[in-house]
């Protein structure tokens, strides 16, 4: 080993030690200034921006944001943490590297109380941080006698370098944005996901709940054809309804989640009303003639990457002979009393029994503006077509979804969808197309094709939910369907690198994101 490689490996400490460090600079009287941020790319920006922090203290502490906490988009950052560490600590200028387990700086603050926490100049506007994170960090430094700097040198992006010089974009994406960008900012991007906050929505669908079961496979079985795994361990999270309801809830402040449930499945209502919390309402009723929906899934992770394999699917769904048993009166009477009072109604309709054709009457009568999603799976394969609703406001579907609610196998998108939006009385819809991105049709012409913004992706299950979330939120909203779809296109990009429906997506890291793309 290099003497340059060892004194940079002496440079890259933990918080343990640098606690004891701390009070011996202080004994010094050695005043310390702390960086914080991702660094993913050095560039000469950071270089002057280090060095004048490093001019008005005698130690300068940088600290980084680990992989799995930083929010500015799939793929990112671009480099490893061990590979961003060493950069930095090689830099003379540079003392001490930390890595910091958290989304924000306000822990390693508490243990550096750095007498100047150094910020770019392009931090010194706090309503310009999407994430609000800076207001917080500034506090916690003034919390022990610190302030905070501003540097005064040239600011240049590594976002903007990583995206131009870098594979870190499906085909299409690049081009795209610049288009893209002409028309619209992120000041006007912002302005729409602002606006969503005093939608009141009114979320309707069947509850279902994932159950993920973590396994490994060990082979075949020894005197069998099917698969032998080792158990590891399992998760439960809210699917379906109620994880478009989290998804909107990060963006309006007033939603609401109906629908009914078993009265066996009185510990997976606990669990809804703790993961929902306060930030939505719920009324559900509970039936003892209605199954809850579980879908439990097997699934296995390639080694080191944050990918997984399904295995097996099992479902446990309403026997069809238990649906007419259903009393659904409380339900209807409850909808037909309050549905009116939405700015927007959401129906997620996924096939498992909640909704037949009184609902339905009572939903597209009512609702003053209706964004409707009716979702084909292996228990109701061509049995639950869009087609059965006579109206939506707007309206998504997949592309299968799409072939089947058109009876065509090989119709180009773009026509089928156009086709589909005539039987909604030219209302506007989207088509997704996984990893070809989405396709908007509005008064009968295609106005929106927006690429996937992602090349990496751990879990499909939920994009789609994500994606119908968003675009109903900013179509409410009056958004530009052109601006609807790069939104929504996001959302789902970030929900693909989620596992399942564990958590939904937030308002800052689609602005985050947003804020990434347009930086090419």
Known sequence: MQEDEIVANKKIITSSVFRQLREEFRSKGMKVAHCHGVFDLLHPGHIAYFEEAKSIANVLVVSITAAS??????????????LRMQSLAALACVDFVMLVEAATAIEIIEIIQPEYYVKGQEYAVYS?????????EVNQVRKYGGDVYFTTGVVFSSTKLINNNFPVFPPGVKEFVRNFSRLYSFEDIKSVVDSLETLKVLVIGDIIIDEYVFCSVQGLMSKDRGLSTHYDYEERYLGGTLAIARHIANFSNRVTVTGIIGTKSLDIYNQIVTDLGQKVE?????????????????????????????????NYLPDEHQETLINRDGFNKTLRNKISEYDLVIVADYGHGLIDHTTMEIIEKNSSYLALNCQTNSSNFGTNLITKYSRADIFTVDERELQLACASRSGEPGVLLTQLTTHFNGSTGWVTLGSLGSMCVAQNRVVS?????????????????????????????????????FIANISGAVAANILGNSRAVTKAELLKFATTLLKI
């Open 69 to 82: 906490y930083v929010n500015k988009g799939p793929g990112r950052p671009f480099f490893s943490d061990e």
């Open 128 to 136: 310009d941080d999407v994430t609000g994170n800076i207001v917080h």
């Open 282 to 314: 719920i009324e559900l009723l509970l039936d003892d003639n209605f199954r809850t929906v579980v879908k439990r899934r097997f699934v296995e992770r390639h080694g080191v990457r944050n990918e997984y394999d399904k295995l097996l699917s099992i």
């Open 449 to 485: 094709r927006t690429p996937a913004m992602t090349l990496t992706v751990q879990d499909t299950v939920g994009a789609g939910d994500a994606f119908f979330s968003l675009v109903s939120l900013c179509a409410r909203a009056g958004a530009p369907a052109e601006v609807s779809s």
